[in-house]
C-alpha cells in the first residue's frame, strides 16, 4: 500500500486524471483506508476548481497593476 507521503506526491496527477490504472488503483485503496488523506484530496479538489473560477480577465490586470507599480518605483529613484 501507499504511505501518506506517496499519495501526496500523487496528488495532483490523480485528480488531473493523468496516473496508470495501477496507481489510480493504489490511491483509491489508499483511501479508502486513510481518512487524513481523503480530506487532504478534498481540499485539492475545492482548491483546483477555485483557481479555475478565477477569470481570467483578472490577470492581465493584476498584471497592468504590477507594471504600474514597477514603474512608480522607477521614478522614486
Ligand atoms: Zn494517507
Redesign the pocket.
Known amino acids: 500500500m501507499?504511505?501518506?507521503k506517496e499519495?501526496?506526491a500523487r496528488s495532483s496527477d490523480f485528480l488531473d486524471s493523468q496516473l496508470s490504472f495501477r496507481e489510480r488503483l493504489a490511491v483509491r485503496s489508499?483511501?479508502a483506508?486513510?481518512?487524513?488523506?481523503?480530506r487532504?484530496i478534498r481540499q485539492m479538489r475545492v482548491t483546483q476548481r477555485v483557481l479555475r473560477a478565477l477569470p481570467e480577465a483578472a490577470i492581465p490586470e493584476l498584471e497592468a497593476l504590477a507594471a504600474r507599480l514597477a514603474e512608480q518605483r522607477r521614478l522614486q529613484r
Not at 33 to 38: L, S
Request: proline share 0%.
Open positions: 501507499l504511505s501518506c499519495l501526496v489508499h483511501l483506508m486513510c481518512r487524513h488523506c481523503r487532504f
